[in-house]
Protein backbone atom coordinates (compact mmCIF):
# COMPACT_ATOMS: atom_id res chain seq x y z
CA UNK A 1 0.00 0.00 0.00
CA UNK A 2 1.49 3.29 -1.18
CA UNK A 3 -0.22 6.79 -0.12
CA UNK A 4 0.73 9.50 -3.00
CA UNK A 5 -1.10 12.32 -1.43
CA UNK A 6 -3.13 13.40 1.42
CA UNK A 7 -5.67 16.50 1.12
CA UNK A 8 -7.34 17.51 4.91
CA UNK A 9 -10.25 19.42 4.44
CA UNK A 10 -10.61 20.59 8.09
CA UNK A 11 -14.26 22.80 7.57
CA UNK A 12 -15.68 19.17 6.25
CA UNK A 13 -13.72 16.84 8.56
CA UNK A 14 -12.99 15.32 5.74
CA UNK A 15 -9.99 13.24 4.34
CA UNK A 16 -8.90 12.57 0.27
CA UNK A 17 -6.53 9.75 0.22
CA UNK A 18 -4.81 8.97 -3.54
CA UNK A 19 -2.69 5.72 -3.54
CA UNK A 20 -1.71 2.01 -4.73
CA UNK A 21 -3.14 -0.74 -3.09
CA UNK A 22 -0.72 -4.04 -4.23
CA UNK A 23 -4.29 -5.68 -5.02
CA UNK A 24 -8.12 -4.87 -4.69
CA UNK A 25 -8.20 -7.35 -1.54
CA UNK A 26 -5.73 -4.88 -0.05
CA UNK A 27 -7.59 -1.74 -0.83
CA UNK A 28 -10.60 -3.29 0.27
CA UNK A 29 -9.30 -4.49 3.80
CA UNK A 30 -7.64 -0.71 4.19
CA UNK A 31 -11.60 0.76 3.25
CA UNK A 32 -12.73 -1.81 5.74
CA UNK A 33 -10.17 -1.00 8.43
CA UNK A 34 -11.23 2.91 8.11
CA UNK A 35 -14.98 1.85 8.60
CA UNK A 36 -14.54 -0.44 11.66
CA UNK A 37 -12.47 2.90 13.22
CA UNK A 38 -14.21 4.74 15.25
CA UNK A 39 -12.23 7.89 14.37
CA UNK A 40 -13.85 7.42 10.67
CA UNK A 41 -17.29 7.42 9.04
CA UNK A 42 -18.80 7.12 5.39
CA UNK A 43 -15.64 6.14 3.44
CA UNK A 44 -16.36 6.23 -0.34
CA UNK A 45 -13.99 5.10 -2.83
CA UNK A 46 -14.57 7.60 -5.50
CA UNK A 47 -11.93 5.93 -8.63
CA UNK A 48 -10.35 2.99 -8.64
CA UNK A 49 -8.28 1.55 -11.54
CA UNK A 50 -6.30 -2.03 -11.54
CA UNK A 51 -3.16 -1.81 -13.59
CA UNK A 52 -2.02 -5.15 -14.82
CA UNK A 53 -4.08 -7.25 -12.96
CA UNK A 54 -2.50 -6.61 -10.13
CA UNK A 55 -1.84 -2.90 -8.49
CA UNK A 56 -4.83 -0.88 -7.77
CA UNK A 57 -4.40 2.99 -7.98
CA UNK A 58 -7.48 4.50 -5.85
CA UNK A 59 -9.02 7.64 -4.70
CA UNK A 60 -11.16 7.62 -1.54
CA UNK A 61 -12.80 10.24 0.98
CA UNK A 62 -13.37 9.88 4.57
CA UNK A 63 -14.96 11.64 7.03
CA UNK A 64 -13.01 12.03 10.71
CA UNK A 65 -14.38 12.96 14.45
CA UNK A 66 -11.94 15.35 15.81
CA UNK A 67 -11.92 13.85 18.99
CA UNK A 68 -9.72 16.75 20.72
CA UNK A 69 -13.45 18.49 19.99
CA UNK A 70 -15.60 15.50 21.68
CA UNK A 71 -13.65 15.14 24.69
CA UNK A 72 -14.36 16.81 27.88
CA UNK A 73 -11.52 19.33 28.61
CA UNK A 74 -8.59 17.60 31.41
CA UNK A 75 -9.13 18.95 34.66
CA UNK A 76 -6.31 19.37 37.14
CA UNK A 77 -6.27 16.92 39.57
CA UNK A 78 -7.68 17.73 43.30
CA UNK A 79 -4.78 20.02 45.14
CA UNK A 80 -2.33 20.51 42.46
CA UNK A 81 0.56 22.52 43.03
CA UNK A 82 0.09 22.28 46.87
CA UNK A 83 2.71 20.54 48.68
CA UNK A 84 0.81 18.10 51.32
CA UNK A 85 2.30 17.63 54.49
CA UNK A 86 4.39 20.68 54.54
CA UNK A 87 3.89 23.60 57.57
CA UNK A 88 4.62 27.43 56.77
Do not use: C, R
Not at 28 to 45: G, K, Q, R, Y
Amino acid sequence: MAINNVKLDIKASAIALNGTASSLKDLTALIISLEDHPAFHDVVLAQHHVQDNTLADFTLTVGYTDSTISQPPKSSPPNSGQVTGATP
